[in-house]
């Protein structure tokens, strides 16, 4: 039932699994070998994974608070992943925004977004 988490000097962390915890906020922005991220279960209602997370491929965040802004926010920060056959998958339900958010800017990225309960 951890409540704060300070990742920001495990930059060679590739796997982060910190489910069904009491977090509200989570920054990975200096964990740019991230590959994967399971938050499922917390309380965020942000979550900062900057501008150069470009291996990120799997992301499970569902049951959050993340609004639409902060889903949108996330999805902006993601990497494109190129190549036709290339994908990554964003797990959102749960979270108040999953309903509102512009799923098209993860799209044209090549993620696949999955938001239903």
Not at 56 to 84: C, T, Y
């Amino acid at each position: 039932q951890i409540t704060s988490l300070d990742l920001s000097e495990c930059t060679a962390l590739a796997s982060l699994d910190c489910y069904n915890n009491r977090l509200t906020s989570l920054n990975l922005s200096r964990n740019t070998a991230l590959v994967y991220l399971s938050c499922d279960v917390n309380q965020l209602s942000l979550i900062n994974l900057g501008e150069n997370n470009v291996k990120l491929k799997h992301i499970q965040s569902s049951s959050n608070r993340l609004d639409a802004a902060a889903l949108n926010a996330i999805f902006e920060s993601l990497p494109s992943l190129g190549p036709v056959g290339a994908t990554g998958t964003i797990t959102i339900s749960g979270n108040p925004g999953a309903s509102t958010c512009n799923k098209d800017i993860v799209r044209n990225k090549n993620w696949k977004v999955m938001d239903e309960g």
